[in-house]
């Protein structure tokens, strides 16, 4: 089966640092997985009414096409107010229904905080670490990945610094690793 891991940016920023991330990761993988950026600009927000009455928004219905036929998923947010950006919440919650229909279930991630400050994301990288828990996507644990005081790890031409390249690779090697004894079957 193709190893496709679906990429998620809690951002919608044009200059995002957490997009650069994101970049650099999708650059870091083996040559047979194959990285998906998934866009949540248009995603509309979740209402249950839509799909109680069969009339699901055409931006939904595309995410959780494109979704499903991902294998895995690297999920890169920032921090907003100590918890995780609307737009990353609410494509978790429109890919978790119909109640049954989760497009989540059973495939491995990888969850990356990026934050100018020094507390490194934290309070966003659990808070999304807890709906991830019940949305059965088993997550790697170790090593954590907190990027803080991330305008140092960022060369002027967006891309990223050597050391922090280092740490990424550790990082993505091991959540390889992670995903082929975890991955659906
Ligand atoms: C922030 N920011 C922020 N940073 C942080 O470390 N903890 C936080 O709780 C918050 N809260 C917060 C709320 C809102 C509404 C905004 C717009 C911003 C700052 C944030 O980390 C910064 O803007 C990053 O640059 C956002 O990530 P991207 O867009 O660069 O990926």
Same mark, same amino acid.
């Given at each position: 089966?193709?190893?496709? =891991?679906?990429?998620?940016?809690?951002? !919608?920023?044009?200059?995002?640092?957490? +997009?650069?991330?994101?970049?650099? =990761?999708?650059?870091?993988?083996?040559?047979?997985?194959?990285?998906?950026? =998934?866009?949540?600009?248009?995603?509309?927000?979740?209402?249950?009414?839509?799909?109680?009455?069969?009339?699901?928004?055409?931006?939904?219905?595309?995410?959780?096409?494109?979704?499903?036929?991902?294998?895995?998923?690297?999920?890169?947010?920032?921090?907003?107010?100590?918890?995780?950006?609307?737009?990353?919440?609410?494509?978790?919650?429109?890919?978790?229904?119909?109640?049954?229909?989760?497009?989540?279930?059973?495939?491995?991630?990888?969850?990356?905080?990026?934050?100018?400050?020094? !507390?490194?994301?934290?309070?966003?990288?659990?808070? !999304?670490?807890?709906?991830?828990?019940? !949305?059965?996507?088993?997550?790697?644990?170790?090593?954590?990945?907190?990027?803080?005081?991330?305008?140092?790890?960022?060369?002027?031409?967006?891309?990223?610094?050597?050391?922090?390249?280092?740490?990424?690779?550790? =990082?993505?090697?091991?959540?390889?690793?992670?995903?082929?004894?975890?991955? +659906?079957?």
């Amino acid at each position: 089966m193709t190893k496709k =891991i679906g990429f998620l940016v809690g951002s !919608l920023r044009k200059e995002s640092f957490s +997009k650069k991330v994101a970049t650099a =990761i999708a650059g870091l993988f083996p040559s047979d997985f194959e990285p998906v950026f =998934i866009s949540l600009d248009d995603l509309d927000m979740y209402n249950q009414d839509f799909d109680d009455e069969n009339r699901a928004p055409a931006s939904w219905t595309t995410f959780r096409e494109t979704v499903k036929d991902m294998t895995g998923f690297v999920f890169v947010t920032p921090e907003y107010n100590r918890s995780v950006p609307a737009v990353l919440k609410n494509a978790l919650d429109v890919g978790s229904r119909p109640y049954g229909q989760s497009v989540w279930d059973g495939k491995p991630g990888l969850v990356v905080s990026v934050s100018p400050g020094a !507390l490194s994301g934290f309070g966003a990288n659990h808070h !999304l670490r807890q709906s991830l828990v019940f !949305l059965n996507v088993p997550t790697l644990q170790q090593p954590e990945a907190y990027l803080g005081n991330v305008m140092d790890m960022i060369n002027e031409d967006g891309t990223i610094v050597e050391g922090t390249m280092t740490f990424l690779k550790t =990082i993505v090697d091991t959540y390889v690793a992670f995903y082929e004894a975890n991955k +659906k079957a």
